[in-house]
């Protein structure tokens, strides 16, 4: 059985390239600017029509929110215009410079750091709600993940994670 650090390690190298930069690719964009990063958005929304069905970012604003998993960060920004104090946490740097880009660009309030929900070392009992999409099992250890999510939680907080698999929404 591979170590976590190797998975984590492995993980970091991997998606230290953006998770959706195919789609990027597809649809021509070659900057990061707003315009681009709005039709990068919209696009990422009609693949995944579902996604703010069953994450109520309109119910976040004045609450903690921390995203796990930031990608080109469609979410994350759905979270903050929406008004929430976000925090997102991702294992490669990519994806964090892309969220902190996408909040320093339009002078929003939030922030991403690099770390892993394995061993995030933020504060227990922090968060209103724990998002994230398409990432824990990625990890190597699913369980390790809900507790760690469990432990971020405040009292009455909710999590809000997707695990893709053969009978997800997509399929």
């Known amino acids: 059985m591979t170590d976590t650090a190797d998975i984590d390690k492995a993980n970091e190298e991997f998606w230290n390239e953006l998770c959706g930069s195919g789609l990027a690719q597809h649809l021509g964009i070659k900057d990061h600017g707003i315009k681009s990063l709005k039709q990068f958005d919209r696009s990422y929304l009609e693949f995944y029509p579902y996604l703010l069905k069953h ?3 309109g119910e976040m604003a004045g609450k903690k929110v921390l995203e796990v998993g930031l990608g080109y960060g469609t979410l994350g920004q759905k979270i903050v215009d929406a008004g929430a ?32 929900i394995l061993q995030s070392g933020l504060p227990a009992e922090s968060f209103d709600y724990v998002v994230s999409i398409g990432c824990f099992h990625h990890t190597g250890n699913i369980q390790r993940c809900v507790n760690e999510t469990w432990r971020l939680l405040k009292p009455e907080g909710t999590a809000f994670i997707m695990l893709y698999n053969q009978f997800s929404c997509r399929q």
């Open 55 to 57: 994450v109520p970012v």
């Open 85 to 116: 104090d976000y925090t997102g946490l991702d294992i490669a740097d990519g994806p964090v410079n892309m969220m902190n880009h996408r909040l320093q660009m339009q002078g929003l309030p939030g922030r991403a750091i690099k770390g892993s």
